[in-house]
Every structure is written in C-alpha cells, then in structure tokens.
C-alpha cells in the first residue's frame, strides 16, 4: 500500500474537442494528501484545480495514471463499486452546492445518511445548524436560501456523514470573509481528527496557507509542493 489517504501516481487528463482536437489539462502529476492533515491545491483560474480534484475522488477518470484513496485503487474499480466505495467512505462539498432544491434543509443534509441506511444523530444535525447561524432553516426549501447558506447546508451535509475523506471544491466561494473562515476552519479542524483527511481547491491564497501542504498548478502541472513552512 502506497503511503498517503489520497496517492495520485503520473496522472494525465485530456479533453477531446467535437473536431477532435485534444486539450491537455494536466499531465504526469503525482500527488500525496496525508490522513490527519489539511491538503490544498491552488493555482490560476482554468489551471486544472477542479479537474484534478474530480479524478482524485473517483468522479472522473483520468485519461493516463492510477489513483488510490485509503489504499484502494480507484481506477481499476467498476462505475458500481466505485459509486458503492465513495458512498462509504469520501465526502464531497461542490462549488454548485449539489442540494436537492426542493427538499427541505434537514432532508438534504439527512440524504447521503438515508442512502446508506445510517443512523441520523439529530444533535449533531442541531449543533452544526446553530455553528453555521442556520438554525430555524430546517424546513426551508434548500431553494429559498442564498448562495452561501447553501453552500454552509452543503458542508453541514458532509460533516454529519463522518467520511473517511473530504473533498471540497472552492468551499469558501460564495461566502464573505467571515462565513469563509468559519467554513475552512471546520474543515480544518475535521482534517485533524485521527484518520481523517481533507483536500480542498482554494484560489485564496490566505486559506491556503491555514492548510498542512500546498500544490500549486499552473500550466497543466505543479509548480510548487511542500508544507506550509516550506513554501513560506
């Protein structure tokens, strides 16, 4: 088993346009997220970020590379068990929220938890409510609340499904300052429970910095790694 939650082995994506012309957004990558820390990866804006983030997690395949999270090799994995595999053990926090719009507020935070037939810790649910300032939304329509009390439903979603590992696509982009750190700190603060891990796609170079490591991208491949100190 290859050391690391999240290992990414000479990964390559490519595009291949309606003419046929291809498009390389990365190429030859290799990446390490440790269990029990916090791991960003930042760069320009059309840089890869979200693109290398999907193929971490399994959500798309990459076009050359292996991947593994907790030791399993996602890329050999069928559409069924892999969809079974994140179900049981990975997180995800979007940039569009992936709420359910007409679903009340606690019945989409409840939904991955109803999926797998898990447990619902109601306190949990109430605490994490009143920690993002959404107490008494429970019974909105996930369509009536804003960007960024979407995005907080989404986070609070994760977290009381306990995953092995959290992946989190621009958290903090349709938040104010204050809401962002609120955000990233409970990220960070999830990160460094025992065999957790998080990695998380931030074009904010000030939360970046809050996190263990930093890859950052530019050009299809990374230009900068190493923990925080390192880079500072």
């Not at 820390?37 to 693109?51: N, Q, R, V």
């Not at 709420?99 to 898990?118: A, F």
């Not at 530019?218 to 790694?225: I, K, L, M």
Request: with cysteine; net charge negative; charged share 20%.
């Amino acid at each position: 088993m290859r050391d690391g939650v999240v290992v990414a082995e000479q990964l390559s994506k490519n595009f291949v346009s309606g003419d046929g012309t291809p498009t390389v957004v990365f190429n030859d990558l290799s990446f390490v997220a440790a269990g029990g820390g916090m791991t960003a990866i930042t760069g320009p804006s059309g840089c890869g970020k979200s693109t290398l983030l999907y193929c971490l997690s399994g959500l798309e395949q990459p076009s050359q590379g292996n991947v593994w999270v907790l030791g399993e090799e996602l890329t050999k994995k069928n559409q069924r068990n892999l969809a079974l595999f994140r179900r049981s053990h990975i997180g995800f926090v979007f940039q569009s929220y992936n709420l359910v719009p007409s679903m009340t507020v606690r019945d989409n935070i409840m939904l991955p938890l109803t999926l797998s037939h898990r447990k619902v810790d109601q306190g949990s649910i109430a605490a994490l409510m009143d920690k993002f300032h959404l107490s008494g939304h429970d019974n909105d329509a996930a369509s009536s609340l804003s960007g960024g009390e979407q995005q907080r439903v989404s986070l609070i979603r994760t977290l009381v499904a306990d995953p092995d590992v959290v992946f989190a696509d621009e958290p903090t982009g349709a938040l104010d300052q204050k809401s962002g750190q609120l955000v990233f700190s409970q990220l960070r603060d999830f990160s460094h429970r025992p065999g957790k891990c998080v990695v998380v796609v931030t074009h904010d170079l000030r939360l970046a910095r809050q996190c263990d490591v930093v890859y950052t991208m530019s050009d299809g491949g990374f230009v900068a790694s190493g923990n925080v100190e390192e880079q500072a």
